[in-house]
């Protein structure tokens, strides 16, 4: 059990990352959509594997190894799949685009800025256009190591306000939180079910 959550912690961490190399390669105008798209088919495979599992096992006296070799085979499969993704062209953070993007909304334009890359973050913004352009970059070897760690830090706290200043991104943070907090306790109190029916 205790390799299982090990394995499973690094398989979390991992998830973290491919939502983030998704948002570096998609359009902030399609970052809802695509993340409907992912977590809709993430929860439906899980569906699907869970009630196959249990009819195997229930209705065909399929062994838990046999489940194991698949499960095993399945993410295998997936993470070589990973190494045919394309890399991304720009970074999600500290990127310092010269001018904050126009995303079409429902009669006019929303100014994105750059700092801000975060699902549904697009909106609430500041109507003033000169707080949303991002702040300018500082040259390349003017400033000392430590003067480019703190823009660094400030750029980070920026981006943290203007994300999280959105009321409908705070909503979904609150929801995806509960949300996992229920599902890896239900998760863990399933494992200790199966090894004492077991």
């Given at each position: 059990?205790?390799l299982?959550?090990?394995?499973?912690?690094?398989?979390?961490a991992?998830?973290?990352?491919?939502?983030?190399?998704?948002?570096?390669?998609?359009?902030?105008?399609?970052?809802?959509?695509?993340?409907?798209?992912?977590?809709?088919?993430?929860l439906?495979?899980?569906?699907?594997?869970?009630?196959?599992?249990?009819?195997?096992?229930?209705?065909?006296?399929v062994?838990?190894?046999?489940?194991?070799?698949?499960?095993?085979?399945?993410?295998?499969?997936?993470?070589?799949?990973?190494?045919?993704?394309?890399?991304?062209?720009?970074?999600?953070?500290?990127?310092?685009?010269?001018?904050p993007?126009?995303?079409?909304?429902?009669?006019?334009?929303?100014?994105?800025?750059?700092?801000?890359?975060?699902?549904?973050?697009?909106?609430?913004?500041?109507?003033?256009?000169?707080?949303?352009?991002?702040?300018?970059?500082?040259?390349?070897?003017?400033?000392?190591?430590?003067?480019?760690?703190?823009?660094?830090?400030?750029?980070?706290?920026?981006?943290?306000r203007?994300?999280?200043?959105?009321?409908?991104?705070?909503?979904w943070?609150?929801?995806?939180?509960?949300?996992?907090?229920?599902?890896?306790q239900?998760?863990?109190?399933?494992?200790?079910?199966?090894?004492?029916?077991?």
């Amino acid at each position: 059990m205790q390799l299982v959550e090990f394995f499973y912690g690094m398989v979390t961490a991992t998830e973290v990352a491919y939502y983030a190399y998704i948002y570096s390669v998609v359009s902030t105008q399609h970052y809802q959509r695509v993340t409907s798209y992912c977590r809709s088919v993430t929860l439906v495979a899980a569906t699907v594997a869970a009630v196959l599992g249990q009819l195997l096992v229930s209705l065909a006296d399929v062994s838990y190894f046999y489940l194991n070799a698949i499960s095993l085979a399945s993410v295998s499969l997936a993470f070589l799949c990973a190494f045919f993704l394309p890399m991304p062209q720009r970074s999600m953070f500290f990127h310092g685009k010269d001018a904050p993007e126009t995303v079409p909304g429902p009669g006019k334009g929303l100014a994105v800025g750059a700092a801000c890359r975060a699902p549904s973050c697009q909106e609430e913004r500041s109507p003033d256009p000169a707080a949303r352009a991002p702040s300018p970059q500082p040259q390349a070897g003017s400033a000392r190591p430590h003067r480019h760690g703190l823009s660094v830090l400030l750029q980070l706290g920026r981006d943290l306000r203007d994300c999280y200043g959105s009321r409908r991104l705070l909503c979904w943070s609150l929801w995806w939180a509960l949300a996992t907090a229920g599902f890896n306790q239900v998760l863990n109190y399933v494992q200790v079910l199966w090894d004492l029916r077991a």
